[in-house]
T-cell receptor, first 117, second 115 residues
Framework: AQTVTQSQPEMSVQEAETVTLSCTYDTSESNYYLFWYKQPPSRQMILVIR??????QNATENRFSVNFQKAAKSFSLKISDSQLGDTAMYFC??????????????FGTGTRLTIIP | KAGVTQTPRYLIKTRGQQVTLSCSPISGHRSVSWYQQTPGQGLQFLFEYFSETQRNKGNFPGRFSGRQFSNSRSEMNVSTLELGDSALYLCASSIEPGQGARGYTFGSGTRLTVV
């Protein structure tokens, strides 16, 4: 079974600074996807960024980027120029490749990120 | 276009009762998944539906069930409620199986409190 570990329960950073959230995972498969989801107080889970395991290039989405280290099974999220609206719970998630016929997400325990004005 | 709609937003039930939660996916999305979120267990997969058929099921007791209608709307039912069923229940949709890898769209959840 796949597992996802987020070792930082809480983090805080000053507005406009850069912050990195850590995530490690465990799987014996080579075809999978990794995600970072954000859950603000509104409760809706919002996709921040995704990474396909077969792609060596790290994904980026505006101020958000990942450091994907496949051999180390590490998938960290970097938020640059942090904004107050980035305050939320951040979940790292794993999904097997579509050929496995099971697209369930396995989530980590989350990191509560607070951006300080 | 409208997002994933979950109703009701909040619900309070008594132990032993049953409850039905509803999820309307984004228009055109035909795959619906359900997750339970609790402080103790985190986010756990309940089940996934496509074309009115359950494709996958998580490790939950038989008291948890679901279904999907021809318009892709889905309902989940929990019978004989226990205090431990108190949770945020999240629904997620994608166009079809295999497209979840593009990232699911989640609803805002139903907060169920069992007293």
């Amino acid at each position: 079974a796949q597992t996802v570990t987020q070792s930082q329960p809480e983090m805080s950073v000053q507005e406009a600074e850069t912050v990195t959230l850590s995530c490690t995972y465990d799987t014996s498969e080579s075809n999978y996807y990794l995600f970072w989801y954000k859950q603000p107080p509104s409760r809706q889970m919002i996709l921040v960024i995704r990474q396909e395991a077969y792609k060596q290039q790290n994904a980026t989405e505006n101020r958000f980027s990942v450091n994907f280290q496949k051999a180390a099974k590490s998938f960290s999220l970097k938020i640059s120029d942090s904004q107050l609206g980035d305050t939320a719970m951040y979940f790292c998630a794993f999904m097997m490749g579509p050929n496995f016929g099971n697209e369930k997400l396995t989530f980590g325990t989350g990191t509560r990120l607070t951006i300080i004005p | 276009k409208a997002g994933v709609t979950q109703t009701p937003r909040y619900l309070i039930k008594t132990r032993g009762q049953q409850v039905t939660l509803s999820c309307s996916p984004i228009s055109g999305h035909r795959s619906v998944s359900w997750y339970q979120q609790t402080p103790g267990q985190g986010l756990q997969f309940l089940f996934e539906y496509f074309s009115e058929t359950q494709r996958n099921k998580g490790n939950f007791p038989g008291r948890f069930s679901g279904r999907q209608f021809s318009n892709s709307r889905s309902e989940m039912n929990v019978s004989t409620l226990e205090l431990g069923d108190s949770a945020l229940y999240l629904c997620a949709s994608s166009i079809e199986p295999g497209q979840g890898a593009r990232g699911y769209t989640f609803g805002s959840g139903t907060r169920l409190t069992v007293v």
